[in-house]
T-cell receptor
Framework: GESVGLHLPTLSVQEGDNSIINCAYS??????FIWYKQESGKGPQFIID?????DKRQGQRVTVLLNKTVKHLSLQIAATQPGDSAVYFC????????????FGGGTRVLVKP | KAGVTQTPRYLIKTRGQQVTLSCSPI?????VSWYQQTPGQGLQFLFE???????NKGNFPGRFSGRQFSNSRSEMNVSTLELGDSALYLC?????????????FGPGTRLLVL
């Protein structure tokens, strides 16, 4: 994901619904991808990661999907809760980048009660 | 296990001054990376240290520098501060053994340059 000038896209979700956050990454050589959640006043918090030899990975209430053909990553959050309100970032890295992560611009998720 | 800690949490400086920020990684982690977060540019990689050596570097001017100590704690320094250096500075730690490792972030140091 390229880091772009930031008017953050916002996803407004009703509590209990599923959320889908999308991310386009930039480097076809990237082979490691992470989703982070950042709440106001805090550092990014790890949610889930996926390596390029996988298409899908599931965690607790979250699923990450990777489509290498179109360089697209998505994060699905099941049964969205008020505590899920935050900014979500995808990051790409791996062998081509050493230990450097390149972050996308982020998506703000607002959960309506 | 304690997480990544950063000090200070908040800092106000004036243009031309210099500043040093500190990061203590998760116990056992030997890689420390630094990132700058601003509303305009998002999260950008500054540099990474592993075993007291800079292993990777982003596209920032030489005013930004860092170092790592034998206990893996790291500091970053910004000299001749500019207004545009106002940002949240985040450090992240990982084991550093492979290129596909989760980086765990600290809470950040918010720097305001006046």
């Amino acid at each position: 994901g390229e880091s772009v000038g930031l008017h953050l896209p916002t996803l407004s979700v009703q509590e209990g619904d599923n959320s889908i956050i999308n991310c386009a990454y930039s480097n076809s050589a990237s082979d490691y991808f992470i989703w982070y959640k950042q709440e106001s006043g805090k550092g990014p918090q790890f949610i889930i990661d996926i390596r390029s030899n996988m298409d899908k990975r599931q965690g607790q209430r979250v699923t990450v999907l990777l489509n290498k053909t179109v360089k697209h990553l998505s994060l699905q959050i099941a049964a969205t809760q008020p505590g899920d309100s935050a900014v979500y970032f995808c990051a790409e890295g791996g062998k081509a980048a050493g230990n450097k992560l390149t972050f996308g611009g982020g998506t703000r998720v607002l959960v309506k009660p | 296990k304690a997480g990544v800690t950063q000090t200070p949490r908040y800092l106000i400086k004036t243009r031309g001054q210099q500043v040093t920020l500190s990061c203590s990684p998760i116990s056992g982690h030997r890689s420390v990376s630094w990132y700058q977060q601003t509303p305009g540019q998002g999260l950008q990689f500054l540099f990474e240290y592993f075993s007291e050596t800079q292993r990777n570097k982003g596209n920032f001017p030489g005013r930004f520098s860092g170092r790592q100590f034998s206990n893996s704690r790291s500091e970053m320094n910004v000299s001749t501060l500019e207004l545009g250096d106002s940002a949240l500075y985040l450090c992240a730690s990982s084991w550093g053994r492979t290129d596909q490792e989760t980086q765990y972030f600290g809470p950040g140091t918010r720097l305001l340059v006046l």
